[in-house]
């Protein structure tokens, strides 16, 4: 299984809204409304940010939201902040009934 | 409250199996739809999903891996055990395991902090 397609980069100015795409095929995003969001800083273990494409978990903050047309998945950030600055990562569960992880997104704060 | 920790070697030589240990607390392995699973990122790139365990012994490996690797639960003692066979320095990266709670959704709420493993001779 492919990984995921992910922009290597995207940025934004505070207070703007960003969006991040993750591409699969039909047999993953296309195909199950299992897609989640993780969020990385430096040195730091991933943070569950979304699940089931978009709900969140306690805590996360609701500028955080998440949506899928057919086989693209995009997380949204909206208000953003400093704190934002991260890597970002998408996943899916796939026809192989095995998870895939997306290349990641380096997000800039400007 | 749900933690999870990373142990084993730091420095495996090639061919050699490596052997990681999850051992958890907050939750239980017989609780129905828990699962624990194992996530790595070489240096500098993406994170990529190796194996998952659930509470009902459900197993699932990446495609890639998985005649190398085996994942492994012990109840009573909150572990989940993953040995890789035949390492080689590609596998150099950290390795972190994770708490999902729900059967199939593969998403995880809770990590550990990583184990960093370098494969070198």
């Known amino acids: 299984q492919s990984a995921l397609t992910q922009p290597a980069s995207v940025s934004g100015s505070p207070g703007q809204s960003i969006t991040i795409s993750c591409t699969g095929t039909?047999?993953?995003?296309?195909?199950?409304?299992?897609v989640s969001w993780y969020q990385q800083h430096p040195g730091k273990a991933p943070r569950l940010m979304l699940y089931?494409?978009?709900d969140r978990p306690s805590g996360v903050s609701n500028r955080f939201s998440g949506s899928r047309s057919g086989s693209t998945a995009s997380l949204t950030i909206s208000g953003l902040q400093a704190e934002d600055e991260a890597d970002y990562y998408c996943?899916?569960?796939?026809?192989?009934?095995?998870?895939?992880f997306g290349g990641g997104t380096k997000l800039t704060v400007l | 409250q749900i933690t999870l920790k990373e142990s084993g070697p730091t420095l495996v030589k090639p061919t050699q199996t490596l052997t990681l240990t999850c051992t958890f607390s907050?939750?239980?392995?017989?609780?129905?739809?828990?699962?624990v699973g194992w996530i790595r990122q070489p240096p500098g790139k993406a994170l990529e999903w190796l194996a998952l365990?659930?509470?009902?012994?459900?197993?699932r490996h990446s495609p890639s891996l998985k005649s190398r690797l085996t994942i492994t639960k012990d109840t009573s003692k909150n572990q989940v055990v993953l040995t890789m066979t035949n390492v080689d320095p590609v596998d150099t990266a950290t390795y972190y395991c994770?708490?999902?709670?729900?059967?199939?959704?593969?998403?995880?709420?809770?990590w550990g902090q990583g184990t960093r493993v370098t494969v070198s001779s």
């Open positions: 994770a708490h999902t709670p729900r059967w199939l959704h593969f998403y995880f709420d809770h």
């Open positions: 907050g939750f239980s392995l017989s609780t129905s739809g828990v699962g």
């Open positions: 365990i659930y509470w009902n012994d459900d197993k």
């Open positions: 039909s047999s993953d995003v296309g195909a199950y409304k299992y």
């Open positions: 089931d494409v978009s």
């Open positions: 996943s899916s569960y796939t026809s192989s009934s095995t998870p895939v």
